[in-house]
């Protein structure tokens, strides 16, 4: 029928989902970077909030997913040193990359409503 699900398997599905972790952190990054603010308008500032939540949403997924699967490849049978360390440190290495994307998600979401607020004359200066 196929190959059994096992370790070592998950193993490669954790690595893979660390690359593509890195690549949605810097998703996130590039997403929340804004040249100049105050040259948007209102409406635009305000239309932005949910698309940046959608984006943190995605960013923190991404590495958790890859943490989950590192965390189940350390605890399947039968167990193996390598893959156990290895399963660690990828699952650390997703970690760090899952608090790196909460806090530019964050950074850039909080920037959208503070302008969205400020742009429409309700938050005071």
Same mark, same amino acid.
């Given at each position: 029928?196929?190959?059994?699900?096992?370790?070592?398997?998950?193993?490669?599905?954790?690595?893979?989902?660390?690359?593509?972790?890195?690549?949605?952190?810097?998703?996130?990054?590039?997403?929340?970077?804004?040249?100049?603010?105050?040259?948007?308008?209102?409406?635009?500032?305000?239309?932005?909030?949910?698309?940046?939540?959608?984006?943190?949403?995605?960013?923190?997924?991404?590495?958790?997913?890859?943490?989950?699967?590192?965390?189940?490849?350390?605890?399947?049978?039968?167990?193996?040193?390598?893959?156990?360390?290895?399963?660690? &440190?990828?699952?650390? &290495?997703?970690?760090?990359?899952?608090?790196?994307?909460?806090? &530019?998600?964050?950074?850039?979401?909080?920037?959208?409503?503070?302008?969205?607020?400020?742009?429409?004359?309700?938050?005071?200066?």
């Amino acid at each position: 029928m196929g190959k059994r699900l096992d370790g070592g398997v998950l193993m490669v599905f954790a690595v893979t989902l660390l690359f593509l972790a890195a690549a949605s952190t810097f998703f996130v990054f590039f997403y929340g970077f804004d040249w100049e603010p105050d040259d948007r308008s209102v409406a635009y500032w305000q239309a932005e909030i949910p698309t940046r939540q959608r984006i943190l949403a995605i960013g923190v997924a991404v590495p958790a997913a890859s943490l989950a699967t590192a965390a189940a490849s350390m605890f399947a049978l039968p167990r193996r040193p390598v893959r156990i360390i290895g399963g660690g &440190l990828v699952a650390v &290495l997703a970690l760090g990359l899952m608090v790196i994307s909460c806090i &530019l998600g964050y950074e850039s979401l909080a920037t959208a409503q503070y302008w969205a607020a400020r742009a429409s004359g309700s938050y005071p200066r």
